[in-house]
């Protein structure tokens, strides 16, 4: 299979992602929508390291905490199940807009024309996302989830739990090394244009 052009590995690339980006934005009317069913016992599971102890279903902030050796999970009342639903979107919304951005490089690679002004913006525009996705985590964490954890330590008892609030190094470098792609795509589709220019 060709990599570029119609019916190539970009195209099906495409595709794929086009079906990714619809299925996220299906994800995110959910959530919208969530608030306003009357379901009670709503759930919203997140990753957070447990130092020791093993406690499940209790009763703490926000609704039921259940802890496990590597997640907590809180079900929460429908009065307060649209807090989850909300905290979510954003990180949904940025992934479905990184998505898009993909799908419209890997569409100019399907039309033969990968060296335009507008891929490298829309890689910039990756590199840039990636940078908020995880500075919004480490807010959300810090604010949201990390007080939460705290009003939950009288009630799990012996059972030590935190929030990682730290940026990731791996998820920095790789939004970094995305804007450096960037920049050194913007300069190929500069050099590109002068040579047409010149033939």
């Given at each position: 299979?060709?990599?570029?052009?119609?019916?190539?590995?970009?195209?099906?690339l495409e595709s794929i992602l086009l079906f990714i980006q619809v299925c996220i934005w299906i994800v995110?009317?959910?959530?919208?929508?969530?608030?306003?069913?009357?379901?009670?016992?709503?759930?919203?599971?997140?990753?957070?390291?447990?130092?020791?102890?093993?406690?499940?279903?209790?009763?703490?902030?926000?609704?039921?905490?259940?802890?496990?050796?590597?997640w907590v999970e809180v079900t929460t009342t429908h009065d307060q199940g649209w807090i989850g639903s909300?905290?979510?979107?954003?990180?949904?919304?940025?992934?479905?807009?990184?998505?898009?951005?993909?799908?419209?490089?890997?569409?100019?690679?399907?039309?033969?024309?990968?060296?335009?002004?507008?891929?490298?913006?829309?890689?910039?525009?990756?590199?840039?996302?990636?940078?908020?996705?995880?500075?919004?985590?480490v807010v959300v964490t810090i604010t949201v989830v990390a007080p939460a954890l705290e009003r939950l330590?009288?009630?799990?008892?012996?059972?030590?739990?935190?929030?990682?609030?730290?940026?990731?190094?791996?998820?920095?470098?790789?939004?970094?090394?995305?804007?450096?792609?960037?920049?050194?795509?913007?300069?190929?589709?500069?050099?590109?244009?002068?040579?047409?220019?010149?033939?």
């Amino acid at each position: 299979m060709k990599t570029l052009g119609e019916r190539s590995l970009s195209s099906l690339l495409e595709s794929i992602l086009l079906f990714i980006q619809v299925c996220i934005w299906i994800v995110v009317v959910a959530f919208l929508v969530i608030p306003l069913l009357p379901l009670e016992n709503t759930a919203f599971s997140f990753t957070t390291p447990i130092t020791h102890g093993l406690r499940h279903e209790t009763e703490g902030p926000g609704g039921t905490w259940t802890l496990r050796a590597t997640w907590v999970e809180v079900t929460t009342t429908h009065d307060q199940g649209w807090i989850g639903s909300l905290a979510a979107i954003p990180f949904l919304a940025l992934i479905a807009f990184v998505v898009g951005e993909l799908r419209a490089v890997f569409r100019s690679l399907r039309d033969g024309s990968p060296f335009i002004a507008a891929n490298a913006r829309r890689i910039r525009r990756i590199g840039l996302s990636v940078l908020v996705f995880e500075a919004l985590r480490v807010v959300v964490t810090i604010t949201v989830v990390a007080p939460a954890l705290e009003r939950l330590k009288p009630v799990v008892g012996g059972a030590v739990i935190q929030a990682d609030a730290w940026p990731s190094g791996m998820v920095v470098f790789l939004g970094c090394a995305v804007l450096v792609l960037a920049e050194v795509f913007r300069r190929g589709t500069r050099m590109h244009d002068e040579q047409a220019l010149t033939v």
